[in-house]
Every structure is written in C-alpha cells, then in structure tokens.
C-alpha cells in the first residue's frame, strides 16, 4: 500500500529564513506520481508541483525548489527567503494508476509552516 | 465556472440527520474526486467519476456514504444518518481525463459539523 509521511506537523521561522519541508512516500510500484499543494487559511488546496517517477531532476520555481532522490523515497521542499505570505499547511502527495484513469492522491498529514515577520 | 464550486460552504446538522453536499466542476473536467479532510485522519480519498465509467468507491468508509454524478458534470455526496465522526471538510476535485500534468482543481470544500 502506498503512503506517504510528512514527519514536521509544525514549522516556526522568521521571514527570510530558508526552510526545507520534508516528504518520505512508501510505494510498490515503479510508476508514479509526486505532488505537493499548498493550503491557505482560505481552505483551498492550490497546486505546486507534479514529479514523475522517471524523471528526477530537481525543479526550482523562483522562491521554491524540490529535491526528489528515488535512492532515499524522497520528495522535498524548500522555500528560499521565506515570507509571511508563505504560511499555510503544506501537503506532499502520492499518486498511482489504481486501475483504469483512477489517479487517486494519497495524502501525507501535512506541515504547518507559519512565517513571522 | 471558473473554479470548482461547492455547495454548501458550511453545514451544521443533527446527528442521524442526512446531508447531501453538492460539487460543481469546472466545465469539460471529466474526473471528479471527493475528499474528506479531518483532524484525526488527515486528507483520505472516497470516490472517483470518470465520464459515465461506473465510480471507484473504494474509499466510502460505510454505507452510509453515496455519491452520483449526474449528466457527467455536477455530483452530490450523501450521508445518510449523520454520526459525530462525519464532522470533517468535504473537498471536491476535477480534472480533464487521465493524469493531469497540472495537478486537479480543487474546490473550497463544505465544512460539516455534526451536533
């Protein structure tokens, strides 16, 4: 069964700092599917990122860059100069082909992360 | 619309009350994903549409739990005979077919308190 593991429940930092959120995902399969959302107070979950299995080339976005190492079943996440508008609950997600175009997300728990100015 | 609509955004009822809580998708999503969120359990997946396929239920934790989808496009969840354990933010996610290199849109979610 596949899972996923988010072991900070919460971050603290002060704004500029760098901050790294961590992923561990369990999976039987040699084709999958890496995510991370960001949830803002607001409730939405709003999209980051999707990395596939076979390709694992690090990815940087301005402020955000991810860190996906197959050897270590990891998908990391930092935010460079972080800012306050960068507070919310972090989630790392799972998919896999469970059978026909079903590309259902398991979910990590999430990682609060609050910023202060 | 533009985004996922859901409907309502909050929902207090009584225990052993039904609900049903309405999802709007973007229009041509023909993927439609239900997930509940609560503290103790965290995000958890309950069914999957996909255009007039018959749904993945696998994730319904009881026969309480239903869902439909209409037309291919608007879906309702139902929760028959409300228990406190219900209490949780009900999210509604679509997407075009297969695998979206975008990730899926989700909407605001329906709070539900059960008293």
């Known amino acids: 069964a596949q899972k996923v593991t988010q072991a900070q429940t919460e971050i603290s930092v002060v704004e500029k700092e760098d901050v790294t959120l961590d992923c561990v995902y369990e999976?039987?399969?040699?084709?999958?599917?890496l995510f991370w959302y960001k949830q803002p107070p607001s409730g939405e979950l709003v999209f980051l990122i999707r990395?596939?299995?076979?390709?694992?080339q690090n990815e940087i976005s301005g402020r955000y860059s991810w860190n996906f190492q197959k050897s270590t079943s990891s998908f990391n996440f930092t935010i460079t100069a972080s800012q306050v508008v960068d507070s919310a609950v972090y989630f790392c997600?799972?998919?896999?082909?469970?059978?026909?175009?079903?590309?259902?997300?398991?979910f990590g728990k999430g990682t609060l992360l609050t910023v202060n100015p | 619309g533009a985004g996922v609509s859901q409907s309502p955004s909050n929902k207090v009822t009584e225990k052993g009350k039904d609900v049903e809580l309405r999802c709007d998708p973007i229009?041509?999503?023909?993927?439609l994903y239900w997930y509940r969120q609560s503290l103790g359990q965290g995000l958890e997946f309950l069914i999957y549409?996909?255009?007039?396929?018959?749904?993945?239920k696998s994730g319904l934790p009881s026969d309480r739990f239903s869902a439909e989808r209409t037309g291919g496009s608007v879906s309702t969840l139902t929760i028959q005979r409300t228990q406190q354990e219900d209490s949780a933010v009900y999210l509604c996610?679509?997407?075009?077919?297969?695998?979206?290199?975008?990730?899926?849109?989700f909407g605001s979610g329906t709070r539900l308190t059960v008293v």
């Open positions: 996610a679509s997407s075009f077919s297969g695998l979206p290199p975008y990730g899926y849109t």
């Open positions: 229009s041509g999503h023909t993927a």
């Open positions: 990395r596939n299995s076979f390709d694992e």
């Open positions: 549409f996909q255009g007039n396929s018959a749904p993945d």
């Open positions: 997600a799972l998919s896999e082909n469970s059978g026909g175009s079903n590309y259902k997300l398991t």
């Open positions: 999976t039987r399969d040699t084709t999958y599917y």
